[in-house]
């Protein structure tokens, strides 16, 4: 079975500056990856996925994939408080067998 | 715009009592999938299915069936519920196989309390 690893937090960043989230994963065949974002009381919403080594950016959120070291990151720019939240990540298990998730991570920015 | 639609948002039921917990998405996706989530466990897999009439077995079945009678339909059924099955429930739906699945969208999850 494919393992997702996180670190669990909280993880505390000051307001506007970068937060840093990072993921591993025990399948080196794993090609799809997902980022989603939840709130306390709510459920899971994408934010990113990205299949290709290297960086994909999208506003403020950029999300890297190192293939070789079988690790994912999620980076924030300009934290706001309204970023505090998990943020789970997730691999794809295989055919249609859906995602993995990491425990997530805490993330908590300070105003 | 609601997407994936369960039908309660809070349920409290008896122990033994069979349960049956619904869910229903609109964007025509193959895959539905049903998790529940505990704090330090994070989203564990319970059923997954990828076609009408189709259901496989995620990573904790037991004390759970599931059923899929049409596309846009997927129930997941406590036989006889116990304490331990006190849980957020969230459904999903995707589309896409193989590596190729793009993401999730979650139902607003049924937390669940059995007494």
């Known amino acids: 079975q494919k393992e997702v690893e996180q670190n669990s937090g909280p993880l505390s960043v000051p307001e506007g500056a970068i937060a840093s989230l990072n993921c591993t994963y025990s399948d080196r065949g794993s090609q799809s990856f997902f980022w989603y974002r939840q709130y306390s009381g709510k459920s899971p919403e994408l934010i990113m996925f990205?299949?290709?080594?290297g960086d994909k950016e999208d506003g403020r959120f950029t999300a890297q994939l190192n293939k070789a070291s079988q690790y994912v990151s999620l980076l924030i720019r300009d934290s706001q408080p309204s970023d505090s939240a998990t943020y789970l990540c997730a691999v794809v298990r295989g055919g249609a067998d859906g995602l993995t998730f990491g425990k997530g991570t805490h993330l908590i920015i300070q105003p | 715009d609601v997407k994936v639609t369960q039908s309660s948002r809070y349920l409290v039921k008896r122990t033994g009592e069979k349960v049956f917990l619904e869910c229903v998405q609109d964007?025509?996706?193959?895959?539905m999938f049903w998790y529940r989530q505990d704090p330090g466990l994070g989203l564990r897999l319970i059923y997954f299915s990828y076609d009408v009439k189709m259901k496989e077995k995620g990573d904790i079945p037991e004390g759970y069936s599931v059923s899929r009678e049409k596309k846009e339909r997927f129930s997941l059924i406590l036989e006889s519920a116990s304490t331990n099955q006190t849980s957020m429930y969230l459904c999903?739906?995707?589309?896409?196989?193989?590596?190729?699945?793009?993401?999730?969208?979650f139902g607003s999850g049924t937390r669940l309390t059995v007494v």
């Open positions: 990205i299949y290709s080594n």
């Open positions: 999903a739906s995707s589309t896409g196989t193989g590596e190729v699945i793009y993401g999730y969208t």
């Open positions: 964007m025509d996706h193959e895959n």
